[in-house]
């Protein structure tokens, strides 16, 4: 009698053994299931998980005072149809079968001196490669000039840029330097301003305001959430890093029989200090949801700064969900926080050659470029 007892004591605690077993082999499971998946953060954290991450982004962004370095981009552009067609004619010297379909290649690269502090810019924009254009129906590939070239440097109160008159085989012949207001610009976007804190302050932007603004709908929480603002907000934890995915949705119109929304999602990654790291937006209305555009960032980390290491985006057609643009960027050799001498932006950097013009639209006055020297020749229109 005492040997079953004790073989049901066995038994009893064997089968004990085997359920604590079970149940956590079922947790350790279920927890490598949802490992690197996203689940809804509380609603009484979100504030302080925002708050937390807008102090990050500022306090990064704050501490960049200077910023050199250069970055080599890659744009391509889809046309389609009618587009496809202007664009061949407009574009490509050449006769025979007018593309379907004609995709677009651009490549550039800038080197570019930053100063924050005193709010100072130098950019030179050049390619050594022409615009590319090929059919994708039947492979055939144009060439045509070059992108354009040139230099360009703000300062708080001016923009100077130079652009090409006269060229030869890519290479400039001689220029002209222009010189406005940089808040009356209207010939700016030629060559393009680039100025790399503008990937930076994307992070920026979205952490600001529109945090401040979700912080105060929670407090103040409306009915229909489909009219715009906060929809949810993720937390992601994988390999010890943490991201948060944020969804907010706008109405297109202010028009409120319009089904029309956009949803914007946004993740910020501890990996890269909190900063944005991908950005989706995406129409959505009775009959679906379809895709506008996707961007993602990456960041190097210099000296405790995290700074742009790479960019890319992406646009599609809402009519046809295609991708009909993308641009890559990857930027190199950053000095971050380095002594930058003024010499920098002055107008004897714009790589100007005896004979060029340089046109002083503040001024009202035309000048040559001599010897480092700018000589006057007449008054002109301001």
Known sequence: MKVINGILRIVKCCGFIMIIILSCFKTYCSANENKGEFHPVETNQIPEVLNMISNKVLSNYGRIKTWQGKTEVISDYLYEGANAEQTFKDNINEQGKIPKILKKRGCLAREFVLDTENDLLYVKTFSEKPIEYADLEDGRNFRTVLPSSGISIMTPRYYIYTRADTMHNGVVINQTALKEFRNKCSTCGTPPIFDPRQELESS?????????????????????????????LEERIKDSIIEYRITIST?????????NHIFLSY????????????????????????LDQKRIWDY?????????????????????????????????????NKPVSSEIFNYKNLGLKNG????????GKEYKYKDANLIFVADVNK
């Open 356 to 363: 060029d013009k340089f046109i002083d639209k503040i001024e």
């Open 251 to 259: 109405r297109l119109t202010l028009n409120s029989d319009d089904p």
């Open 204 to 232: 920026l932007k979205i952490t600001q305001r529109p945090f401040s603004r979700i912080i105060k709908e929670i407090r103040e929480p409306k009915e229909n959430k489909m009219d715009g603002g906060l929809q949810k």
């Open 300 to 336: 190097d980390l210099i000296d405790g700064i995290y700074v742009l290491a790479k960019t890319n985006v992406q646009n599609y057609s809402w009519n046809t969900g295609n991708l009909t643009y993308e641009n890559t960027e990857i930027y190199s050799n950053a000095k971050i």
């Open 267 to 290: 993740v910020f990654s501890s990996d890269k200090g909190f900063n944005m790291v991908y950005e989706e937006s995406t129409l959505h209305n009775p009959k679906g949801e379809r």
